[in-house]
């Protein structure tokens, strides 16, 4: 066990439709990272955020939000969802810049 | 944009054999980060190389990180079938943040 949560496990949705995943970092860690990891693309990097405030991006698309709030959960808002979205999501958290813990990861199923 | 590649993607061993997957980035790194991701389970830290030319052992795991800190290795000693899953080499560019680029990973398989 990590000590990062993420919910729901599963989510099955349909094209075009808009979904929230959620993550609860590491208690006492600042950063949350998403990932998103498909079986033809490996794990790529979505975006960073680091004490409420965004700190690194990657190749996340415009209909893809993130924000971390106060209490440093954070969500990834994804919108107009393509059969292409289907992947896991994963929420990764860190103190620093150093080792990144990750979370069990949401499957995302888009019909 | 910065690239991590990592060879070989796939590899098949006897258990006992020896493997070694190996990392590459278009860019000079800041450091690099190894994982584990056992199937159907999420990447695992595994270890952290900073310095150039530096090498870590952890039981039979031996990683490396190049000179220019641009290439990187892992080398496991006499696999077994706990060591089964993808291995990650993933690269930071920059200390300023954690954003890590990942290679697409060796996925081992071990026939006891």
């Known amino acids: 066990d990590s000590g990062v949560t993420q919910t729901p496990k599963h989510l099955i949705t349909a094209t075009g439709q808009r979904v929230t995943l959620r993550c609860s970092p590491r208690s006492g860690d600042l950063s949350v990272y998403w990932y998103q990891q498909s079986l033809d693309q490996g794990l790529q990097f979505l975006i960073q955020y680091y004490n409420g405030e965004e700190r690194a991006k990657g190749n996340i698309l415009e209909r893809f939000s993130a924000q971390q709030f106060p209490d440093l959960h954070s969500e990834l808002n994804l919108s107009s969802l393509e059969l292409g979205d289907s992947a896991l999501y994963f929420c990764?958290?860190?103190?620093?810049?150093?080792?990144?813990?990750f979370g069990p990861g949401t499957r995302l199923t888009v019909l | 944009g910065q690239q991590v590649m990592q060879i070989p993607q796939y590899q098949h061993v006897q258990e006992g054999e020896d493997f070694t997957t190996y990392c590459n980035s278009s860019t000079t790194l800041s450091n690099i980060q190894w994982y584990k991701q056992r199937p159907g389970g999420h990447p695992v830290f595994l270890i952290q190389?900073?310095?150039?030319?530096e090498v870590k052992k952890q039981k039979r795991l031996t990683f490396q990180f190049g000179e220019a800190k641009k290439n990187s290795s892992l080398h496991i000693t006499a696999t077994q079938t706990t060591d089964v899953g993808t291995y990650f080499c993933a690269g930071n560019g920059s200390s300023n943040t954690g954003k890590l680029i990942f290679g697409q990973g060796t996925t081992l398989q071990v026939k006891p």
């Open positions: 990764a958290s860190s103190l620093g810049g150093s080792e990144q813990f």
């Open positions: 190389l900073v310095k150039s030319g």
